[in-house]
Every structure is written in structure tokens, then in C-alpha cells.
């Protein structure tokens, strides 16, 4: 295989678009006992996926989830969906009521207002 042909298969693989049979090509070339030198470094790389590729599971499979645990999990995310909704309208009510200094303060302009306008007629 051509060096620059093995580069543009590398170049795809490390980007994450090359075809199966570009990494099949790719396995092939780094499992040979000889590779270049400028790709030593990446041999290794290439063992240790072909090593993964070759593993399997031997264990038993996990059972389905059954229809209880279903309906807890619906059961949890709908409380948690109130008790955040709750939270939220409690948080807007606070937020609404203005506390005794603000109401003093709006009392304050509202007099000012009216000695100010009371001023201006006078001149």
C-alpha cells in the first residue's frame, strides 16, 4: 500500500469518518510485524484496539426492568416534577410581596410627590 494512500486512511480514522473497510486496511497494515518507521508509534495503538475487538462478554445478561420498578420511576419523576413546580410558584409568591421597607418607600414618594406639586403652585 502506497504511504500517502496510508496517511489519508489515518488522517480519516483520527477525524472520525473513515469506512469500515478503510479501518479493516488499516488493522491489516499495523498487525504485520513490519511497519514503517514513521508509523511505529502508532502500532501499538492499533494491538490494542484489535486486542478490544476480540474480547467478548461471558457473563450472564442483565434482566429487563420490571414493570414495578417502571411504574416507581414514573411515580418518582412525577413527585419530583410537583415538588419543583411547588417550589417555583413559592418562589414567585415571595417575590411578589414587598417587604415593610419597600412599602415605607413607596409611601415616601407618594408624599413627596404631593409637597413638590404643592411647591410648584405656589410660584
Known amino acids: 500500500m502506497k504511504f500517502t494512500q496510508l496517511h489519508k486512511y489515518l488522517d480519516l480514522y483520527f477525524e472520525g469518518q473513515a469506512t469500515l473497510e478503510k479501518e479493516a486496511i488499516l488493522m491489516d497494515y499495523f498487525s504485520k510485524p513490519v511497519v514503517d518507521v514513521k508509523l511505529a508509534q502508532l502500532k501499538p495503538y492499533f494491538e490494542a484496539i484489535a ?14 426492568p420490571s414493570s414495578k420498578t417502571n411504574w416507581l420511576r414514573a411515580v418518582a419523576i412525577a413527585a419530583v416534577a410537583v415538588f419543583g413546580i411547588f417550589m417555583t410558584q413559592l418562589n414567585d409568591i415571595q417575590a ?28
Open 96 to 123: 411578589i410581596q414587598p417587604n415593610p421597607e419597600e412599602l415605607m418607600f413607596e409611601e415616601f414618594k407618594v408624599h413627596m410627590y404631593f409637597v413638590s406639586q404643592k411647591l410648584n403652585k405656589r410660584h
Open 51 to 64: 486486542s478490544e475487538h476480540k474480547q467478548t462478554y461471558e457473563g450472564p445478561l442483565p434482566d429487563k
